[in-house]
């Protein structure tokens, strides 16, 4: 019997869309270790055969120089649009393991809720797009309501480097009207969120050098120069003690929000007071003087060390001399400022404030920019109908402090905009220990997704 709509079809099936996504996040797909390639693999043709269970064709497993693309379309619904389905199978290490309440890549269900590593980030949110496909040709005999197109990647967490190439080579084939991304959050429990801003990123690599090897520290203390102090240094006066950046020019091209926009953002559900004790966990926030909380993580730039590494950690004493270290650091940028542009004036403000004996070298990871998107689309508009009806409130427009570099990438190649529609919660731990994801949101995401692309189909 043919279900009578896709609430009942995802109700009858729950049990077996959990069990399927726990089967996936067993996976260890760790991008960013070699020797968690095979997982990676692994969890690439995990997607690929769920998307051919789902009913969709021409399914591929794209090899690239470092892990595979997935790729998939259903494309028999002329004169309807076509929606890019966009998500990645790819995880950040566990580390630390000790954290864990249980093991990361052993799924746990504890209140309500997946406790796993890529749990919301971004297997539990990419696998919705999946089986809301599934539920609408449940739903339909077969067919779909409008075209569908999927690219799932898994080096997100590493940059994005082969679909960044892939994407400008093959516009006709990933031609669409919009992409669909979810790989974000609601603002907060049980608000319907669409986001229309991401920032941008510039991720670095700063490697110093002093001496030429590792020296005692009793016979050339005082004379030789030391890298970790010497990074140390330089890092310290990347920032004032305000948390205001001092790159010269990186405020240059910074636009301010609106004033309709900082308004809407007064009437969110927020507490500065909660987001410092339950979401940071800290004594007291930092930042910008005269800028809120929701400007500091939006609408500013950032400049964070995310680690450092030299000389001696181990057990034990070891005085030594490091003769190198090296320090993980991003800038997050907002619109209008340009990486290229940024990156130059990184580059300069470390030539300039590297101490005596020390000799630098900037790095460059990753870089993408800024991104906007337009409420007035008429995806969005359906989105955010559809959001409300499903939650039963008004949707709310945010944007994001974090970076999604494809959405750039969509807009820059295929002059498509992104509806950013996610279930993630604030506390879900996105690539901390104890990542976890609501098991009710990841049903009422199926639902939700598979009511746009119906809704959307239907208006056209």
Same mark, same amino acid.
């Given at each position: 019997?043919?279900?009578?709509?896709?609430?009942?079809?995802?109700r009858?099936n729950?049990s077996?869309f959990?069990? !399927?996504?726990?089967?996936?996040?067993?996976i260890?797909?760790?991008?960013?270790?070699p020797?968690?390639?095979?997982?990676v693999?692994q969890a690439?043709?995990f997607?690929a !055969?769920?998307?051919?269970?789902?009913?969709?064709q021409?399914?591929?497993?794209?090899?690239?120089r470092?892990?595979?693309?997935?790729y /998939?379309?259903?494309l028999?619904?002329?004169?309807?649009?076509?929606v890019?389905?966009y998500?990645?199978?790819?995880?950040?290490?566990p580390?630390?393991l000790?954290?864990?309440?249980?093991?990361?890549?052993?799924?746990?269900?504890?209140?309500?809720?997946?406790?796993?590593?890529?749990?919301?980030?971004?297997?539990?949110?990419m696998?919705?797009h999946v089986? /809301?496909?599934e539920?609408?040709?449940?739903?339909?005999?077969?067919?779909l309501?409008?075209?569908?197109k999927?690219l799932?990647e898994g080096?997100?967490?590493v940059?994005?480097e082969?679909?960044?190439?892939?994407?400008?080579?093959?516009k006709?084939?990933?031609?669409?009207?919009?992409?669909?991304?979810s790989?974000?959050?609601?603002?907060?429990?049980?608000?319907?969120?669409?986001?229309?801003?991401?920032r941008?990123l510039?991720?670095?690599?700063?490697?110093?050098?002093?001496p030429?090897?590792d020296?005692?520290?009793?016979?050339?203390g005082?004379?030789?120069?030391?890298?970790v102090?010497?990074?140390?240094?330089?890092?310290?006066?990347?920032?004032?003690?305000?948390?205001?950046?001092?790159i010269?020019?990186i405020?240059?091209?910074?636009?301010?929000?609106e004033?309709?926009?900082?308004?809407?953002?007064?009437?969110?559900?927020?507490?500065e007071?909660?987001f410092?004790?339950?979401?940071?966990?800290a004594?007291?926030?930092?930042g910008?003087?005269?800028?809120?909380?929701l400007?500091?993580?939006w609408?500013?730039?950032?400049f964070?060390?995310?680690?450092?590494?030299g000389?001696?950690t181990g057990?034990g004493a070891?005085?030594?001399?490091?003769?190198?270290?090296v320090?993980?650091?991003?800038?997050?940028?907002?619109?209008?400022?340009q990486p290229?542009?940024?990156?130059?004036?990184?580059?300069q403000w470390?030539q300039?404030n590297?101490?005596?004996?020390?000799?630098?070298?900037?790095?460059?990871?990753?870089?993408?920019p800024a991104i906007?998107?337009?409420?007035d689309?008429p995806?969005?508009?359906t989105?955010?109908?559809?959001?409300?009806?499903?939650?039963g409130k008004?949707?709310?427009?945010?944007?994001?402090?974090g970076?999604?570099?494809?959405?750039?990438?969509?807009?820059?190649?295929?002059?498509?905009?992104?509806?950013l529609?996610?279930?993630?919660?604030?506390?879900?731990?996105?690539?901390s220990?104890?990542e976890k994801y609501?098991?009710?949101n990841?049903?009422?995401?199926?639902?939700?997704?598979?009511?746009?692309?119906e /809704?959307?189909?239907?208006?056209?």
């Amino acid at each position: 019997m043919v279900p009578s709509n896709v609430d009942t079809y995802v109700r009858q099936n729950e049990s077996r869309f959990l069990e !399927e996504l726990l089967a996936f996040l067993r996976i260890p797909s760790i991008s960013t270790l070699p020797e968690h390639k095979g997982d990676v693999a692994q969890a690439a043709g995990f997607v690929a !055969e769920s998307l051919r269970h789902a009913g969709l064709q021409n399914v591929e497993i794209i090899q690239t120089r470092k892990h595979p693309l997935v790729y /998939a379309d259903w494309l028999h619904a002329p004169g309807k649009p076509t929606v890019l389905c966009y998500g990645h199978y790819d995880v950040q290490p566990p580390d630390p393991l000790e954290l864990w309440e249980s093991p990361p890549f052993e799924p746990s269900l504890r209140d309500g809720n997946i406790y796993a590593r890529g749990a919301c980030d971004d297997k539990g949110q990419m696998y919705m797009h999946v089986k /809301a496909v599934e539920s609408l040709r449940a739903v339909h005999g077969g067919a779909l309501p409008l075209n569908i197109k999927f690219l799932i990647e898994g080096e997100e967490e590493v940059g994005g480097e082969s679909i960044s190439e892939y994407v400008p080579k093959h516009k006709d084939k990933l031609k669409a009207d919009v992409a669909l991304v979810s790989d974000t959050e609601l603002f907060a429990d049980g608000v319907p969120t669409l986001c229309i801003g991401l920032r941008g990123l510039v991720y670095l690599e700063i490697e110093a050098r002093g001496p030429a090897r590792d020296l005692h520290s009793g016979m050339y203390g005082g004379a030789a120069p030391n890298a970790v102090y010497g990074l140390i240094e330089l890092l310290s006066k990347a920032k004032d003690a305000d948390g205001r950046i001092q790159i010269p020019g990186i405020y240059d091209n910074v636009a301010s929000p609106e004033p309709a926009e900082i308004e809407s953002w007064k009437a969110l559900p927020f507490s500065e007071e909660d987001f410092r004790r339950n979401e940071v966990g800290a004594t007291q926030l930092t930042g910008e003087p005269g800028q809120s909380v929701l400007a500091r993580t939006w609408a500013r730039p950032t400049f964070e060390v995310h680690g450092i590494a030299g000389g001696f950690t181990g057990a034990g004493a070891k005085t030594v001399i490091p003769a190198k270290a090296v320090a993980k650091v991003s800038l997050r940028l907002v619109p209008k400022q340009q990486p290229d542009r940024v990156l130059a004036m990184v580059k300069q403000w470390v030539q300039e404030n590297t101490p005596k004996g020390i000799h630098t070298e900037v790095g460059v990871l990753s870089a993408g920019p800024a991104i906007s998107v337009n409420p007035d689309h008429p995806a969005i508009h359906t989105a955010a109908s559809v959001f409300s009806e499903v939650f039963g409130k008004p949707t709310v427009f945010i944007r994001s402090g974090g970076s999604i570099p494809i959405v750039g990438e969509f807009a820059t190649h295929l002059g498509i905009p992104t509806v950013l529609m996610g279930f993630g919660l604030p506390d879900d731990g996105l690539h901390s220990p104890n990542e976890k994801y609501r098991i009710s949101n990841y049903y009422e995401g199926i639902r939700t997704i598979a009511r746009f692309l119906e /809704a959307y189909g239907e208006s056209r």
